[in-house]
């Protein structure tokens, strides 16, 4: 009696091919890639692929790295980075010699310069609005009103007996009769915005205080905006960076 052979479902060699798949996995997985405290493919807390793929334990997401590095002193730097440095401070002062009331010889002058005055009058006949030629001159003298649709200047022209020592001086015809006089203010108790006016005054910017340390930066970018310091992803030795002797690394034996 002859027997002739069955041929095997499809179905029973598709099984077999999964098991012997699924136990080649199994197997590859316990040579030191299993979930261990250090394996580094694991689930665990430490730098490896953990809940937050950082080096930290915290549950943020951080970006690898630190920030490493000196920061610069806050003496060293400029207005513009002197603001932007954490812990550093822009102080402006003002120093020099003021220039004194009785040798400024200008009406303007005298009038802009802190603790003088001008003593006297103004003097003359001020020039008509309708000889002026011209907007811009129109503009600047007192009393006068350029007219764009006729093309001229209109108005009257303020007397210079009522004008004072700025407007005389730029009035048409008028000049100023008297002197400057006063005590000039210390440069050292100005401000910024009077010492720049100030004659013989100058403003220095001095940038002071101490620099935030580069480890106090948590994020590259807090790292690139601080002068001295940059952002470091190196990977450091520590227990658990997936190379050192945990029990299962796969690389040595260590405990």
């Known amino acids: 009696m002859i027997i002739e052979p069955r041929e ?19 197997c590859s997985q316990s040579n030191g890639a299993d979930a261990g405290p250090d394996a580094g493919p694991d689930a665990d807390a ?31 730097l400029n207005f513009y980075l002197c603001e932007a440095q954490a812990g550093c401070t822009l102080e402006t002062t003002c120093s020099g010699e003021p220039w004194p009331c009785n040798g400024l010889t200008g009406g303007l002058g005298c009038v802009t310069q802190k603790g003088c005055g001008w003593d006297g009058t103004c003097s003359g006949l001020a020039t008509s609005c309708a000889s002026i030629m011209g907007a811009v001159q129109c503009a600047s003298q007192s009393g006068c009103i350029w007219s764009n649709f006729d093309q001229r200047c209109g108005g009257s022209s303020t ?7 700025v407007k005389c ?38 940038c002071s205080g101490t620099p935030a340390s580069c480890d106090d930066m948590s994020s590259p970018m807090e790292c690139f905006n601080h002068m001295g310091c940059a952002w470091s992803t190196d990977a450091d030795a520590g227990p ?8 299962d690394a796969g690389i040595d034996a260590g405990g």
Not at 50 to 66: C, E, H, N, Y
């Open 8 to 26: 095997t479902p499809v179905g029973v060699f598709v099984f077999a091919l999964l098991v012997a798949i699924t136990s080649a996995q199994a």
């Open 240 to 247: 658990d960076s997936g190379i050192d002797a945990g029990p």
């Open 169 to 206: 001086a730029a009035q048409q015809g008028c000049h100023l009769a008297g002197f400057c006089a006063g005590t000039p203010a210390d440069c050292e108790g100005l401000g910024g915005g009077t010492c720049e006016v100030q004659l013989g005054c100058e403003a220095l910017d001095d």
């Open 159 to 165: 007397p210079c007996g009522s004008l004072g020592p």
């Open 46 to 76: 430490d730098s490896d692929a953990d809940g937050d793929s950082d080096t930290d334990s915290d549950g943020d997401s951080d970006v690898p790295g630190s920030c490493r590095g000196e920061p610069a002193p806050c003496g060293s």
